[in-house]
Nanobody, 114 residues
Framework: VQLQAFGGGLVQAGGSLRLSCVAS????????MGWYRQAPGKQRDLVAT???????KYADSVKGRFTISRDNAKNTVYLQMNSLKPEDTAVYYC?????????WGQGTQVTVSS
């Protein structure tokens, strides 16, 4: 199983970005999917998760600005990020829980300039 993330980049504060992450390989069904981020010198933190049924959870710092969604038919999870702030700058990693294993994407850099 491989996860590949797309959509990072450089954006000004107040702008928007949409991240996508596609899972490929021998996949029967993906349970939870999510996004995490890691800023330089900091630990990797949860941003948002979504269950197979669509239940969502967000970090307090992104509530009201970020929206996670998924397309089960395409094995894809999305993260719509609006009203971006410089403190959102980090490498964003997608995650998928399949069977008894967690899989991670390669990370995509998001940089928000002030």
């Amino acid at each position: 199983v491989q996860l590949q993330a797309f959509g990072g980049g450089l954006v000004q504060a107040g702008g928007s970005l949409r991240l996508s992450c596609v899972a490929s390989g021998r996949i029967f069904a993906i349970n939870g999917m999510g996004w995490y981020r890691q800023a330089p010198g900091k630990q990797r933190d949860l941003v948002a998760t979504i269950s197979r049924g669509g239940s969502t959870k967000y970090a307090d710092s992104v509530k009201g600005r970020f929206t996670i969604s998924r397309d089960n038919a395409k094995n894809t999870v999305y993260l719509q990020m609006n009203s971006l702030k410089p403190e959102d700058t980090a490498v964003y990693y997608c995650n998928a829980h399949i069977g008894y294993h967690d899989y991670w994407g390669q990370g995509t850099q998001v940089t928000v300039s002030s």
